[in-house]
């Protein structure tokens, strides 16, 4: 496997249950992203993990609980979702250079999330 | 709050004809402004991307420019083909990725 792959690729779900979505990224980044995509809507940057530790939450319900193991995994844990939840979730990873802290995301193909 | 206003939502074209869609950003301290394209059922992906030294970047057929002054910046697509079909992102950053902030999308149509 090369670059950012995530699984599942396809996720549905009852409002009660408990999943997750992995993550995992062969490009040796030291930073890792979650994303939920929207239809017509941007993207919103969810989680973000720089050498393991987390840097950014931008206010995400405690409903998704992020785990990053290591450097090269990310999870997201989902537990008691509600139907507007449902959509594409990205993960990212990029690396992070001293004194430069854009570039390039690199996206996992994503995971389409259904909440019933 | 810092926005970033994408427009057209949707634009089709003829193929071989050119491309253009406009981003607006809201925040004077950006000064990274990348372009992803993301094909139907496929990740988004970096086309381009310009930062605030300079105005203008070219990569074969595609090409950004940025105006500091008015706050936008554009992606200019020649000679389209089909292959150039997809939606494309424009985003905004200050400094980190962290801070990326992203347009609503362009669906791009290259009609035969």
């Known amino acids: 496997e090369t670059g950012v792959t995530q699984t599942p690729r396809h996720l549905v779900m009852g409002m009660t249950n408990k999943k997750s979505l992995k993550c995992e990224q062969h490009l040796g980044h030291n930073a890792m992203y979650w994303y939920k995509q929207s239809a017509k809507k941007p993207l919103e940057l969810m989680f973000v993990y720089s050498l393991e530790e987390r840097v950014e939450n931008n206010s995400v319900p405690s409903r998704f609980s992020p785990e990053c193991p290591n450097s090269s995994h990310l999870f997201l844990h989902l537990h008691t979702l509600q139907p507007e939840d449902s959509a594409l979730y990205l993960c990212?990873?990029?690396?992070?250079?001293?004194?430069?802290?854009?570039?390039?995301?690199?996206f996992g193909e994503g995971s389409r999330l259904t909440v019933l | 709050g810092e926005n970033v206003e994408q427009h057209p939502s949707t634009l089709s074209v003829q193929e071989g004809d050119s491309a253009v869609i406009k981003c607006t950003y809201s925040d004077s301290a950006s000064n990274y402004f990348p372009w992803y394209k993301q094909e139907l059922g496929k990740r988004p992906q970096l086309i381009i991307d310009i930062r605030s030294n300079v105005g203008e970047k070219k990569d074969q057929r595609i090409a950004v420019t940025l105006n500091k002054t008015a706050k936008h910046f554009s992606l200019h697509i020649t000679e389209t083909q089909p292959e150039d079909s997809a939606v494309y992102f424009c985003a905004a950053s200050k400094g980190s990725n962290y801070q990326l902030i992203w347009g609503a999308g362009t669906k791009l149509i290259i009609k035969p």
């Open positions: 990212a990873s990029s690396q992070l250079l001293a004194g430069v802290n854009t570039g390039e995301l690199f």
